[in-house]
């Protein structure tokens, strides 16, 4: 009985991490300092406080140690001042660059996707979810089974060791493949499941919102629906997809919430999520949800269009829905700055945007309010056009309310 309060205590304690990140060819230093601010922000959502961030500048990351080795020497006697836990990598290293680092370090060595796989086995609430994480987790551990489990028994828990990891220390390569038949087996299932729940929908439009992570779709989503969901100033706070109805001048239709996307998600965790974002495959309309106060919504913008066309999904309907655009004002409009010239400002910015979108943009604040009338009119003249092509016996029902 002592013995498991001690490991309680082991996973629950706030772990000290670095973070490690490159400037190269491909990569500026603005866009370094991002990503590893997004990092932080990721380390705390797993449960972690950063205590340093190291960065170097290299052509290509280094084949054994990912950064020169007195770049490594550098990390090393912080890491020992500092009893530091971890060190977190910005961009996924190989199963050889994470054994050497780990043997000079001697500390536990994570990437950017191993501690979003950490993150989403955190959040994962239902069957679905729990199975895509852990056979993402078991994908990204193949490779690395070498030395894995030698250094699981060591490390006893943490981030980084929840999930797959930690219950599979005695699974040797057969096994771990094995299991990830059964986990893609038991998905294909679930999954089936999930297309005849769709199909019994089929009388109703349907609607996704989409977007990067932490933009705000939660918040949206219980404005639009007037439902308590769960939001939370967190990365990746929703894991399951939310369904629920809405009814906009007596049109019915279903919206949903997905998980939201991030730079350099992993390859496997896209391909496993892939039945969770069938409900924004089968969508007829995508609310694509963008943080407008970020000082970089425009690659995350694009980071979600990127991903939406690796999921054959770019030529949905879309409406740019650009949110917290009280928090836009807040940051960029000095408190001195004239109204009119404020208002001119937001009038440039929104004709940009509304050209880039073909005029399918709306500028709100799903948090205050603000210009959500706007969206639900915008919102309903789609649905209804919609609605009615599809459903034209009802035209005169949804015309006796107008």
Not at 216 to 241: H, I
Not at 277 to 285: F, I, K, N, Q, R
Not at 324 to 341: A, N, Q, S, W
């Amino acid at each position: 009985m002592p013995k498991e309060r001690t490991h309680q205590i082991e996973d629950t304690r706030i772990e000290k991490a670095v973070l490690v990140g490159l400037v190269t060819r491909n990569q500026s230093e603005n866009q370094l300092k991002e990503y590893l601010d997004e990092l932080e922000f990721l380390a705390e959502t797993a449960g972690a406080k950063t205590e340093e961030k190291f960065w170097q500048k290299l052509d290509h990351p280094e084949k054994r140690t990912y950064v020169g080795s007195g770049k490594l020497r550098e990390i090393k006697t912080f890491v020992d001042a500092h009893a530091i836990d971890m060190v977190i990598f910005d961009d996924e290293i190989s199963p050889s660059q994470q054994r050497n680092i780990e043997k000079e370090l001697k500390c536990k060595v994570l990437d950017r996707s191993m501690l979003i796989l950490d993150i989403f086995a955190q959040r994962a609430k239902s069957q679905q979810a729990k199975t895509q994480v852990e056979l993402a987790q078991l994908q990204y551990l193949l490779p690395r089974l070498k030395g894995m489990w030698d250094h699981l028994d060591r490390v006893k828990g943490g981030i980084g060791m929840k999930g797959a990891g930690e219950k599979e220390i005695e699974t040797d390569r057969r096994v771990a493949t094995q299991n990830i038949a059964k986990l893609k087996a038991k998905l294909a299932t679930i999954d089936k499941q999930n297309q005849t729940q769709r199909k019994n929908r089929d009388g109703m439009i349907r609607v996704s919102l989409v977007g990067y992570t932490n933009v705000g779709k939660s918040t949206l989503m219980r404005a639009l629906s007037k439902e308590n969901v769960f939001a939370e100033n967190k990365l990746f706070a929703t894991l399951d997809t939310t369904v629920r109805k809405v009814v906009l001048n007596h049109v019915p239709f279903l919206l949903s919430d997905t998980v939201g996307f991030i730079r350099k998600l992993p390859h496997h965790l896209v391909e496993s999520f892939k039945s969770t974002l069938d409900e924004a495959l089968e969508s007829d309309v995508l609310l694509h949800v963008v943080d407008i106060a970020h000082p970089n919504f425009e690659e995350q913008l694009n980071v979600v269009n990127e991903t939406l066309h690796h999921l054959k999904a770019e030529n949905k309907s879309q409406i740019v829905i650009f949110n917290k655009i009280d928090l836009f004002k807040e940051r960029k409009f000095d408190d001195h700055l004239p109204e009119e010239v404020q208002e001119e400002l937001l009038k440039e910015l929104k004709q940009t945007w509304m050209a880039k979108s073909n005029n399918n943009a709306v500028f709100i604040s799903a948090e205050t309010g603000e210009n959500l009338g706007e969206l639900r009119s915008f919102l309903y003249q789609k649905i209804k056009k919609l609605y009615l092509k599809r459903y034209p016996y009802k035209a005169s029902y949804i015309e006796s309310y107008e």
